[in-house]
C-alpha cells in the first residue's frame, strides 16, 4: 500500500510540473511575438509596456541580461524556465531591483 501511494504521489508531482512546464510554455508564446522561439529585448520590452508593471527601459535591460544566460542576445525557453524555477545561477547575483523586473513583467500570466 504505501508503495502504491508513493507511486501516486509521483505521478502527482510528474503531473503538477507538466502543467506548469505547459502553462510556462504559453506565457512564453504570448511574448515571443514574432513565433521564432525566442524573446528579442524588445519583445520583452513591449511585454514590459503593455502589461504596465513600472519596468522602465533601463532595468528592462537590466532585467534580460540577467534572463539571458548563454548571452547569445535572447531568452530561449530554457532560460525562461530557468528564471521562475529559481535555477539560474546569475540571477542571484542581480539587484533586488533587476530580479524584481524579471519577475514582474511576466508574473500577471503566471
Keep these: 500500500m504505501?508503495?502504491?501511494?508513493?507511486?501516486?504521489?509521483?505521478?502527482?508531482?510528474?503531473l503538477s510540473f507538466q502543467?506548469?512546464?505547459?502553462?510556462?510554455?504559453?506565457v512564453f508564446e504570448k511574448f515571443d511575438t514574432n513565433k521564432d522561439g525566442n524573446i528579442s529585448l524588445e519583445e520583452y520590452k513591449a511585454a514590459a509596456k503593455a502589461l504596465d508593471k513600472g519596468v522602465g527601459d533601463t532595468d528592462a535591460v537590466k532585467a534580460f541580461k540577467a534572463?539571458?544566460?548563454?548571452?547569445d542576445g535572447?531568452?530561449?525557453f530554457r532560460e525562461f524556465m530557468e528564471m521562475f524555477n529559481g535555477e539560474g545561477n546569475k540571477i542571484s547575483s542581480?539587484?533586488?531591483?533587476?530580479?524584481r523586473a524579471c519577475h514582474t513583467t511576466f508574473s500577471?500570466?503566471?
Design 19 to 26: 502543467q506548469k512546464k505547459d502553462e510556462m510554455k504559453r
Design 94 to 99: 542581480c539587484t533586488y531591483k533587476t530580479k
Design 2 to 14: 504505501v508503495s502504491f501511494l508513493n507511486s501516486l504521489q509521483t505521478l502527482n508531482a510528474e
Design 67 to 71: 534572463m539571458d544566460y548563454d548571452k
Design 108 to 110: 500577471k500570466y503566471i
Design 74 to 76: 535572447f531568452i530561449d
